[in-house]
């Protein structure tokens, strides 16, 4: 069964605190002459210069690039921008743009921010959430992690990692130190790939490219969920759980189900989930077996926002067990282990009494 | 606020998925008995708070035990005027909810 793919222009989010480099790639995305067909929304002007790649000011606030990028700065508050950037894209004003690239203030979460988007009946129908993106600093990563925890929240919550001056690290220690960043940023998270934005070559793809809303990239964003769920399985060991405390309380973790999953089920107990803790369920990320379904379903959730579930065409492999992978926050993985069991157990005992 | 319950794609609510072009689960299942499961499911869970949920028109009605009612649009949206009447938190890592709910009530 194939799915109609959701034509609403994707909004991506680029998150990244003070001093993770979110500028240096920022600028970097905005030189790319692949990344066409972009509106990037930035907190100011002032930040970049934007002097050289400027082709012609739209208006006041926004301004289009050699790129063919639209580049705005938010005037009064950012849902008044994206309408304003969806008048303009309907009148002809800037060139049609096909995503949004949003830069999110350092220490904001950014899900609040887009739920509200959202929930706007106007943008909601235009535009939709799409990657989650997240720069670290390889030089000063490591120590960032240690510092500010808000910056391991957003590296657990992000869908992309990005790897910021590499090229900086030049000295003999410096792929030892990459590696144990990304050891570390593996560990927070699981399922996010992890990439290096060179200097000049453009990642803008690897980035925004992929994601769940054509069966494409949803294929390949599963496969990068499947193979965290195996490596989680296998890190389960003493060992390694004492490294997952390494972050205070940010960890991902796995569930597997063999029998096939009641939708009903499942759905009731994932709102009751995120309604009391969705602030500290940074992410779902699933493949489910779902019982009377041919098709695998889809589950992605990113704090309480769920994404509409969607099929895979097929399994991946011969394998159809259910898999999940949470990231969570001061959240006991075995809890909600033996939470979602009993519900389930729940869904397959006859009610004692009709409702 | 509805935008982070999480209705994203659309009107219908991300687990309200019965009997629509794209149906998960038994696609033979009527929109209606797919309600009636999640209902009877929902009642389960809120049992030991002594909350009850019913079928009402197109919506759902939620009773206390004082006899406090609150209407609910989605049954997705429950948990929050349940917890206003029970007075306190819904939670399914509870312990308590959970031994009820293994043993069960």
């Known amino acids: 069964m194939s799915e109609l793919p959701d034509v609403r222009t994707p909004v991506h989010v680029l998150t990244g605190f003070l001093g993770s480099g979110k500028t240096t790639l920022l600028k970097a995305l905005l030189a790319d002459p692949a990344l066409s067909e972009t509106a990037v929304v930035i907190n100011e002007f002032g930040e970049i210069a934007l002097d050289h790649l400027l082709v012609r000011e739209v208006s006041e606030g926004a301004v289009v690039l050699r790129n063919g990028c639209v580049c705005c700065s938010i005037r009064t508050d950012l849902q008044e921008t994206l309408r304003d950037l969806q008048a303009k894209r309907a009148e002809g004003a800037v060139p049609p743009f096909a995503r949004v690239i949003l830069e999110t203030t350092g220490l904001a979460d950014p899900l609040p921010i887009v739920a509200t988007l959202l929930a706007d009946p106007v943008l909601r129908h235009q535009f939709r959430l799409g990657t989650v993106v997240a720069s670290v600093d390889a030089v000063n990563g490591l120590s960032q992690l240690d510092t500010q925890p808000e910056s391991v929240k957003q590296a657990a919550i992000a869908d992309r990692l990005v790897l910021t001056k590499t090229d900086l690290l030049s000295d003999r220690a410096g792929p030892e130190r990459l590696d144990a960043l990304r050891w570390r940023l593996a560990q927070i998270n699981a399922t996010a790939p992890i990439l290096q934005a060179v200097q000049g070559a453009g990642i803008s793809h690897e980035i925004f490219g992929a994601d769940l809303s054509h069966a494409e990239g949803r294929r390949q964003e599963v496969d990068h969920w499947l193979a965290a769920e195996s490596r989680l399985r296998s890190d389960e060991s003493p060992v390694h759980r004492h490294a997952h405390d390494h972050d205070g309380t940010v960890r991902s973790f796995s569930l597997r189900f063999t029998e096939p999953m009641d939708w009903t089920v499942f759905g009731v107990w994932l709102t009751m989930l995120l309604h009391r803790h969705g602030d500290r369920i940074l992410r779902v990320k699933g493949l489910l077996n779902i019982a009377g379904a041919d098709a695998p379903v889809v589950i992605h959730g990113v704090q309480q926002i769920v994404h509409a579930p969607v099929h895979l065409d097929a399994w991946p492999d011969s394998c159809t067990d259910s898999r999940l992978v949470f990231i969570v926050d001061g959240l006991d993985p075995a809890l909600i282990e033996r939470s979602l069991r009993a519900f389930l157990r729940l869904g397959q005992q006859p009610a004692a009494n009709a409702a | ?105």
């Open chain 2, 1 to 105: 606020m509805c935008g982070l319950c999480g209705i994203i794609g659309g009107e219908a609510h991300w687990t309200d998925r019965a009997g629509n072009a794209g149906a998960i689960g038994n696609a033979d299942l009527t929109r209606r008995r797919e309600r009636q499961q999640r209902v009877s499911l929902v009642n389960r869970v809120l049992a030991p708070s002594r909350l009850k949920i019913s079928d009402w028109n197109n919506a759902f009605i939620l009773r206390g035990p004082t006899g406090k009612q609150a209407m609910v649009d989605v049954l997705a949206h429950v948990w929050q005027p349940a917890e206003q009447l029970a007075g306190r938190p819904l939670d399914p890592l509870d312990p308590a909810l959970l031994v009820a709910l293994e043993n069960g009530e």
